[in-house]
């Protein structure tokens, strides 16, 4: 037992791991996490008792990915931008691990599972997730100037193909249950109770413990080619259009079209590598630190009304007056007609 | 440094470069072949002498790759001497090559090349061809890339060229070229392309359009305009704020029409010449490229005609004669602006709108066409240019030998 996650080995000898990073309302990869799931997958590989491994959450939902507010500080005056790419292609080596240990791996997503959090289930052999209208899928790291950094840019597109993985990543889109399931990005949906049974029952039914990138001749859906028109027209029109909805002023979106562009030309390991390449880039560049600062730590805490001093309550605007309509000041009054408050302007 | 002569020059007639053209079912190879036996016999080389072949392609995929001017060289029976390379300077590799041969020879380091070039647009179609320049996402975000035609509507929106002046352009640039083909100005450069039978499969320009008028073309639509609301325009935008917004003027109508072809050019010493008893026909006073910026790409040619004519210790006074390639209507349009010339010294006998642009063989084509006209003219020098994606330009002047 460790502090962010237990496992049971059951009588079928299926190994139950389940994510629950203490002291936290979500799950979140924490290094303590990533220590502790090493271990497990090294007692899985070794223990010839155990015949495949089932991967769920204790908590209301799977997980919500990497823990933005430790990651904060550290982007922050980030050392040495080499070693730190080092040390993610090092820890990719884990999930290249799961994948190659030869014994299945199931995610049972029973709830919310987002950027790092579905990465890990997408390096598991098959996914079920639990139908639950609350609970949101993606990789949402483009919100907060990142790419999906745990292998989603190269294991998602060898997926679902490359157009829905690029929608899906610069776009940053959460998907309910139901919807990622018609993508492919889970394998099937079962209801919360019947989650871990039916995980179980893939093990024992004779579950692949291959993953289709380490099949021979394998091909990433819908086909990628740069020497074909449909590869050729999709990329120059993604280039264009994520030109246009940046400005060119937010570097993640085309470092993750990179990233699928270069990563899915190659062999994997080495796709992963490239993405390792672009994820340092982004956490180097300020544009990331200030996005996640601004739109997730700040942000949340302004929703939670932190700043608000006490015994003030809190105070809902209905009508609003300006004064002095001119270019800025009518553009404010205009927002909020559209945002549905009574304007006046004079 | 020794003088480029240009002795001959043959082309093939341009078929339109569909699958209903008349020189789709012949393969890129065997239509540069033709072009190379034509230009051969009908000056009874001794092709031993030729020391290389020398080929402008731009779609260097499929058939049209691992260089097609030694396969044609050979497949046309040439001798086992005349080596062969393919370049690429994009649309104007065609010229580029002609240059290419020109330098080797002026440094004294070959005696008679042929340059020239290849495209069959029919069979390597330019939509199946990507490279880095559009498709890797560094190159293209970092390099704010945008297609020829949102290039084009670029420079018409930034100069102010209306479609009423591009359309204009495009009935004068029809009217001329079925004047010229009616009066049999191309008929000693065209080779006719026969099948395996000899049977003739085209002998003449199939895409002219005799009779067009600005009625006709007022109803075509612009093609460019979905091309820009993927999001090439907002890229324009972001590299020429001071462009408002795009306005889509090119069609079918005023743009190069998409063709097959194949031209050369026969080039060397005077002393090559007088032994093989050729008759040079020009001489290749200088010639240049550069770079000009790349998104609107196809502003290179005024800057490469300053370029060449520096060189040449030239002005604009002292050329004769005008020919630059027709991609869009707008290209043109500027350079007289930007030249100060009048349409009555450029492209006398049409271009590109009404005859076609196959990419690579362009080059060879435009340059023949200026040296036929001023044979026919009699006037001294010429100057020729085309504009290139990526943002260049290339140049060459010729003067009658
Ligand atoms: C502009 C362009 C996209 C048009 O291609 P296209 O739509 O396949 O052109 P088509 O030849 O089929 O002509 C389209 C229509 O215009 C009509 N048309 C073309 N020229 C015309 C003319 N002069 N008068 C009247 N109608 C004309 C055609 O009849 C056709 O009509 P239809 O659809 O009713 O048959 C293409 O010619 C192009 O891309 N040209 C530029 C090539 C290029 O980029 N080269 C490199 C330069 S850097």
């Known amino acids: 037992m460790s502090k962010t996650m237990n496992m049971n080995v059951d009588q079928d000898g299926i190994a139950v791991i389940e994510i629950n990073v203490q002291d936290r309302p979500m799950n979140v990869i924490t290094a303590d996490f990533a220590d502790d799931f090493k271990n497990c997958v090294e007692e899985i590989t070794k223990d010839e008792k155990i015949i495949g491994a089932v991967l769920t959450s204790a908590k209301n939902d799977f997980m919500a990915g990497a823990d933005l507010k430790s990651m904060l500080p550290t982007l922050i005056g980030l050392g040495d931008a080499s070693a730190m790419a080092e040390r993610i292609i090092e820890s990719h080596k884990l999930n290249r691990a799961m994948e190659t240990c030869g014994k299945p791996f ?79 990005i889970v394998n099937e949906l079962a209801p919360p109770d019947e989650l871990l049974p039916k995980a179980k029952q893939w093990i024992l039914d004779g579950g692949k413990a291959i993953q289709p990138w380490d099949k021979k001749g394998f091909k990433v859906p819908g086909g990628f080619d740069p020497n074909t028109k449909g590869t050729i027209q999709m990329f120059s029109v993604v280039n264009a259009m994520v030109a246009k909805n940046t400005n060119h002023n937010y570097p993640a979106p085309i470092a993750i079209v990179s990233s699928v562009y270069e990563g899915c030309q190659v062999p994997i390991d080495t796709g992963l590598k490239i993405e390792a390449k672009y994820f340092v880039g982004l956490l180097c560049d300020p544009v990331s630190g200030n996005m996640i600062r601004s739109l997730f730590n700040n942000k949340q805490s302004a929703d939670k009304l932190r700043a608000r001093p006490k015994g003030v309550d809190k105070h809902t605007v209905k009508t609003l007056g300006m004064l002095g309509a001119g270019m800025m000041g009518a553009g404010i009054t205009l927002v909020s007609a559209q945002a549905g408050y009574e304007s006046l302007f004079a | 440094m020794t003088d480029a002569y ?107 090349c042929i340059g020239g070039g290849l495209e069959s647009m029919s069979r390597v179609p330019m939509d199946t061809v990507g490279g880095a320049l559009a498709v890797d996402p560094q190159v293209a975000y970092g390099g704010y890339f945008v297609p020829q035609g949102i290039s084009a509507d670029l420079i018409a929106s930034k100069y102010g060229f209306t479609r009423e002046d591009v359309d204009a352009f495009a009935v004068e640039s029809q009217k001329r070229a079925s004047h010229a083909r009616d009066e049999g100005y191309f008929d000693n450069s065209i080779v006719p392309i026969k099948d395996n039978l000899g049977d003739v499969l085209l002998d003449h320009d199939e895409c002219i359009r005799t009779g ?15 091309m820009g609301e993927f999001g090439f325009n907002s890229v324009a935008i972001q590299r020429y704020p001071e462009v408002e917004k795009i306005n889509h003027v090119h069609h079918a109508g005023n743009s190069s029409v998409i063709v097959d072809g194949a031209s050369a050019v026969l080039v060397g010493t005077k002393e090559v010449g007088e032994e093989l008893g050729l008759t040079p026909r020009a001489r290749i006073v200088g010639f240049a490229s550069t770079g000009t910026e790349p998104t609107i790409m196809l502003t290179g040619p005024a800057p490469s005609a300053e370029k060449v004519l520096k060189r040449c210790g030239m002005s604009k006074d002292n050329i004769d004669l005008f020919e630059l390639n027709e991609a869009f209507a707008v290209v043109v349009l500027l350079y007289m602006q930007q ?59 010729v003067e009658r030998a």
């Open chain 2, 212 to 226: 067009t008028t600005v009625e006709d073309l007022a109803k075509l639509k612009p093609s460019f305009v979905q």
């Open chain 2, 6 to 112: 240009i002795f001959d020059h043959v082309r093939s007639p341009r078929g339109k470069g569909k699958s209903d053209g008349s020189l789709h079912q012949v393969t890129p190879v065997e239509l540069l072949t033709q072009v190379l036996e034509s230009l051969r016999d009908r000056n009874e080389l001794d092709t031993s002498r030729i020391d290389d072949v020398i080929m402008g392609v731009v779609h260097n995929q499929g058939e049209q790759a691992s260089n097609p001017a030694r396969t044609a060289a050979i497949n046309a029976g040439y001798a086992e001497e005349a080596a062969g390379k393919q370049l690429n300077r994009f649309c104007a590799s065609g010229l580029e090559a002609v240059n290419s041969a020109a330098a080797q020879v002026m440094s004294g380091m070959s005696d008679l």
């Open chain 2, 339 to 397: 030249m100060d010339i009048d349409h009555e010294q450029i492209n006398v006998n049409g271009g590109a709108i009404a005859m076609g642009h196959p990419l690579g063989a362009t080059g060879g084509m435009v340059l023949g066409t200026l040296i036929d006209e001023m044979e026919r003219r009699d006037l001294n020098t010429g100057l020729v240019n085309l504009c290139i994606g990526g943002g260049m330009g290339t140049s060459t002047i």
């Open chain 1, 106 to 184: 199931v995610a049972a997503i029973n709830g919310t599972a987002l950027g790092g959090g579905l990465e890990i289930t997408l390096s598991c052999h098959y996914r079920i997730a639990a139908d639950r209208n609350d609970a949101v899928l993606g990789l949402p790291e483009v919100m907060v100037g990142l790419l999906p950094g745990g292998g989603g840019t190269q294991r998602l597109p060898r997926i679902i193909g490359i157009q829905a993985a690029l929608e899906l990543m610069t776009q940053g889109k959460h998907l309910k249950p139901q919807k990622a399931l018609a993508m492919g």
